[in-house]
């Protein structure tokens, strides 16, 4: 009896310990994220090309936009004008501060939390699942 017992209260521990790191793990995604789209603005804001970013280099993937809504940088939609591809997402993005901020839109029938930022050069960029 007593080892089912035992057995008992560390198999609750073990589910809550897990249950914590799982908890934690969102926090965790966005802080990377909002480093990811930080570390993209200030290498922009002190002269680093648009060129000189890839889409794929970060996970998920930053995408960054002039100010006209030409993605410049972006997986799949590269040189799309986002007002006609993607008018929800391009509205959500409209706030972006130089500050930086989280925004939420509908895509596809998917909610979508974004982390953006502008630089200083007025561009957007942005990460987010």
């Known amino acids: ?8 209260i560390l198999l609750a521990l073990f589910l809550l310990v897990a249950g914590c790191q799982a908890a934690d793990e969102k926090p965790l995604d966005e802080m990377v994220t909002k480093r990811h789209v930080d570390e993209v603005v200030e290498a922009l804001n002190n002269g680093k090309p648009v060129t000189s970013f890839s889409a794929d280099a970060y996970e998920p993937y930053v ?9 410049l940088v972006h997986p799949y939609l590269q040189g799309e004008y986002l007002p006609e591809k993607g008018a929800p997402i391009y509205q ?3 706030p972006a501060t130089t500050e930086g901020g989280w925004v939420s839109y509908l895509w596809k029938g998917a909610k979508k ?15 987010g699942n």
């Open 63 to 71: 995408f960054i936009m002039d100010e006209k809504g030409t993605l």
């Open 113 to 127: 939390h974004t982390y953006v930022r502008r630089t200083n050069s007025n561009l957007t960029v942005g990460s």
């Open 1 to 8: 009896m007593k080892r089912v017992s035992l057995s008992l």
């Open 92 to 94: 959500a993005l409209l």
